[in-house]
């Protein structure tokens, strides 16, 4: 019972990763599309700047994850980084370059040297979420089981690789929502058509992977497929088309600033079905919630102390949220730190 | 062949690279931990101070930190991070063993980032736009959120020193978890304090040292005095509690972990009227070559009278201790931290009496040549703390109950090295980045103080990451009040 439950706080973790650091990693793959040092002078001022504030707090949802992992279910967590090495090895590697990029960038004057620093941001950006994406699919194309070693067809297979190429179009999704609505809270009405654009296109691109992936079977996979076209799993997928359907037509309209919460919502119940499809398997079809959960009492202490901490960092969100949204949070300028 | 060869021919290949690696990204970590934790208290007690007296020098000191703050926390949450999937990339084996016994410190520092990080955000982004108390108070419970992080962390720490809280069942699984157990080892208390103090500390020292810098090169205005005086007299009280911490904690290893304190002090064999080595090596055959030898102060340290016994090396089989180069090299750590924190005290005496006497800095320029040393000093001092724990309680990662080659990945040597070669050239990027970051920061407000700012203000060099940056286009404010200042 406290297995299944912190195994779903577990998916919430990953999928509120999957929104919060998708923005984020979208952001950075649109930075890599903006094209020559003058044509994307724009859109990267606009990516810069909505990316600066936030990128620390998404990031903790990635840190949640991998302690729930190692607390909550040990043996899961060895599996996982034992088979998987390799695409976690060069997703973190990724994530170092690009918060290297991303800092190099910008106190850099020598154009040379900025298209660099920027590269590597953009690469990376696109890198990390693809492998954290094979990672995921991996897990569930069932090829995964305690005592696999790390081998390359772990994870070099149709279904890890579209899942990859779909974690990658997710964020893509995200980064151009969010952008577009930046756009137009930053005033920058050029740049609104330009994201929105992009925002269709990632759309559409979503959609068409999650549909070449539902098709190409995997037999490997056919408990996850199963899941996914079926019963609940099934009903996830479908609600998350339509809200993706909402999203591309929300950007269009003057109500864009909803489309942020669509657009979240195709992440979330997208990993929502995944997680579902899958259940009662952590990693099907070898290991169930019950037999990979860790000690029982260190279960519910960690339910306590989440329970907790909701208490303390709740009032502190909130606090945070209507700052913002009222406007008041400014970064110092240099001007305020002259004198 | 010598022991050393043998032990080598019974580990895996990987071995070496995964330490090394995990060694390398735990000290550059660390390094940032210090002003992670502490810098927000040392930003508060200036900002108060700033508050209460209407001071606008304080102010603008404290804005300054707080942009110092924002960068140095990304370059932590980058390196942090990479700590997290090391667990997994490098020591599967002792997390899918123990996770559960001991992970539990790490979800309560996840919880703990978390809110610091919001916390951070509304510091660093309220300056410009809340009431000054009001803003204060936001950012007054930073520090107690820094130290439930490091609770976490060292709690982890202690318990892979001194495991407890579960029984093994006959297949060798940890059962019958007890959490508060787990969490509450015997080592947790005095590392807990000793580590806390520790950070407090160099945050202090090494504030300090910049306006000691700036102070020998003739800049002797109110700014520097405040910027030296306010984190130098933090640090100077924690000194002696430090001093007497860690007294204590090596009384504790000496109790709990008698191994390690063997390796610290090179005890070869149990023995009483044990003579104290300063510095020195130990050999193979158990004889120490080089150093000074003090006899009998090892047994009077430990216990208090020359025929307290100490457990020497040699009581457990060779290859449950750390080996002779790995004793030298936790004996040479610990020393230097000891030598480091008996000097500190000296500083702070020096500091004191000119305090007392005259109520003013002490005049010499010695005073300052040191006190600028003292925050790299400290910076060096807790890097050999860390070598002392870690290395000392070597072959163990779970001391007594799991080898560091039976948690070790079954990955590859050759892909550890070629991970460990782009970590360590990525590392050397993003720490120069960092450094040059501080550095452009520092001259740019050199220039301002100087009254020269116009002509900085051009170029993408204004807009230092997570920094103070440029207004956006469209909804600046115009000019208001100064931040933080009570107008
Ligand atoms: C500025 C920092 C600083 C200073 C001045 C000192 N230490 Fe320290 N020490 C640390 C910073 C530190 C640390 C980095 O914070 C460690 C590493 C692990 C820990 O919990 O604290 C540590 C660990 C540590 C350990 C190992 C504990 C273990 O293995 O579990 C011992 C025995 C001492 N210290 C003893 C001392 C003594 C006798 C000092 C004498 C004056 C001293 N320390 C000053
Ligand atoms: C942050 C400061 C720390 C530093 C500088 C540090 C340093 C080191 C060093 C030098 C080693 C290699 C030992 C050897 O090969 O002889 C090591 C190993 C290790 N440390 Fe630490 N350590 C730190 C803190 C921690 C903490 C807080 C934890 C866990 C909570 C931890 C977990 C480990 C593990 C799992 C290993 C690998 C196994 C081993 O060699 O024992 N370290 N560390
Ligand atoms: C000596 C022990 C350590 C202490 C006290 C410590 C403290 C801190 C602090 C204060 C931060 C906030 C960022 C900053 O200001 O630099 C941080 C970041 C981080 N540390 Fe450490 N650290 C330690 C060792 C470790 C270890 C062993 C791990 C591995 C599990 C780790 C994982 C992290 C992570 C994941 C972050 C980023 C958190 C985020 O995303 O907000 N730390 N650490």
């Known amino acids: 019972m406290t297995a299944n439950v912190v195994s779903w706080i577990l998916l919430l973790a990953i999928a509120a990763y999957a929104c919060g650091g998708g923005v984020d990693y979208g952001a950075g793959f649109w930075d890599l599309l903006a094209g020559g040092a003058d044509r994307g002078k724009r859109p990267r001022w606009l990516i810069d700047h909505a990316m600066a504030p936030v990128w620390e707090v998404n990031n903790v949802w990635l840190i949640f994850v991998l302690v729930l992992m190692w607390t909550g279910f040990p043996v899961f967590f060895q599996t996982v980084f034992t088979a998987l090495w390799l695409p976690l090895a060069l997703a973190v590697v990724g994530m170092v370059l690009r918060g290297a990029g991303f800092a190099l960038r910008k106190p850099t004057r020598r154009l040379a040297e900025r298209r660099i620093y920027g590269a590597v941001f953009a690469v990376s950006s696109l890198l990390t979420p693809f492998f954290l994406g094979v990672v995921i699919g991996s897990v569930a194309s069932g090829r995964v089981a305690p005592g696999t070693t790390a081998s390359a067809d772990v994870w070099a297979n149709t279904t890890s690789i579209t899942a990859g190429l779909l974690t990658v179009a997710a964020t893509a999704f995200l980064g151009a929502v969010f952008l577009t609505v930046d756009a137009r809270r930053f005033g920058a009405h050029d740049l609104v058509g330009y994201f929105r654009l992009r925002a269709w296109i990632s759309s559409a691109a979503l959609l068409v992977i999650g549909v070449i992936g539902l098709t190409v079977t995997d037999p490997h996979a056919s408990y996850v497929h199963h899941g996914l076209t079926h019963g609940v799993g099934l009903v996830l997928v479908i609600v998350a088309v339509v809200a993706l359907a909402v999203t591309a037509w929300l950007v269009a309209g003057t109500a864009a600033g909803w489309a942020r919460y669509s657009s979240v919502a195709v992440v979330a119940l997208l990993v929502a079905a995944w997680g579902f499809a899958q259940r009662p398997y952590l990693v099907p079809t070898s290991l169930t919630v019950q037999q990979g959960a860790g000690a029982s009492a260190t279960l519910q202490w960690m339910l306590i102390v989440a329970a907790v901490a909701l208490v303390l960092i709740g009032p502190a969100l909130v606090v945070l949220y209507r700052l913002d949204t009222h406007g008041v949070l400014e970064p110092l300028t240099d001007e305020d730190v002259a004198k | ?487």
């Open chain 2, 1 to 487: 062949m010598s022991t050393a060869a043998h032990l080598l021919a019974n580990t895996p290949a990987q071995l070496l690279p995964a330490r090394e690696l995990m060694a390398f990204t735990l000290a550059s970590h660390i390094l940032l931990v210090p002003l992670g934790v502490a810098l927000p208290f040392v930003t508060l007690v200036m900002h108060y101070r700033g508050l209460r007296k209407a001071d606008p020098v304080a102010l603008l000191l404290a804005r300054r930190w707080s942009a110092v703050m924002a960068v140095q926390f990304a370059v932590g949450i980058v390196t942090g991070t990479v700590l997290s999937f090391e667990f997994g990339l490098l020591w599967p084996g002792m997390m899918g063993r123990w996770g559960d016994v001991f992970g539990l410190g790490f979800g309560v520092e996840a919880w703990a980032f978390f809110l610091e990080a919001i916390l951070i955000a509304i510091y660093l982004y309220g300056w410009r736009r809340l009431k000054p108390w009001t803003h204060f108070w936001l950012g007054a419970p930073l520090p107690l959120a820094a130290l439930m992080g490091a609770f976490g962390i060292i709690a982890a720490n202690a318990w892979m020193n001194t495991p407890q809280g579960f029984t093994l069942d006959a297949s060798g699984k940890p059962v019958n978890v007890s959490v508060q157990q787990a969490i509450f080892t015997p080592m947790f208390g005095p590392q807990y304090w000793h580590f806390a103090v520790a950070m407090f500390l160099t945050a202090g020292y090494v504030v300090a040292g910049v306006y000691a810098v700036g102070w020998l090169r003739g800049r002797r205005d109110r700014y520097h005095r405040l910027g030296f005086t306010v984190p130098f007299t933090i640090a100077a009280i924690l000194t002696p509690v430090q001093f007497l911490l860690g007294d204590n904690i090596a009384r504790q290893i000496f109790h709990k972990q008698p191994i390690k304190f063997a390796a610290a002090e090179l005890v070869w064999d149990t023995d009483t009227h044990v003579p104290e080595y300063l510095f020195g090596r130990l050999q193979e055959d158990g004889t120490v070559k080089g150093g000074l030898k003090i006899p009998q102060l090892d047994s009077i340290l430990a216990g208090f009278k020359p025929d307290t016994q100490i457990t020497g090396l040699s009581s457990v089989a060779a290859d449950d201790r750390p080996t002779a180069t790995q004793a030298t090299i936790v004996h040479w750590s610990f020393d230097i931290m000891a030598t480091v924190g008996s000097v500190l005290i000296l500083l702070v005496l020096w500091y004191a009496w000119c305090w007392w006497r005259r109520r003013d800095l002490p005049k010499s320029r010695w005073f300052f040549r040191c006190a600028a040393v003292a925050g790299v000093a400290s910076l060096v001092t807790v890097e050999c703390g860390w070598i002392t724990t870690e290395v000392g309680r070597q072959p163990w990662i779970v001391y007594q109950n799991m080898r560091v080659s039976e948690a070790v990945t079954p990955t590859s040597a050759g892909s550890l090295w070629t991970m460990l070669g782009i970590v360590v050239a990525v590392y050397v990027l993003v720490f120069g980045a960092f450094l040059s970051v501080l550095l452009k920061m520092r001259s740019r407000w050199r220039l301002a103080d100087s009254g020269s700012a116009q002509e900085l203000a051009e170029g993408p060099e204004t807009d230092t990451p997570y920094g103070p940056r440029p207004e956006p286009a469209v909804g600046a404010p115009g000019t208001h009040r100064a931040p933080g200042s009570e107008q």
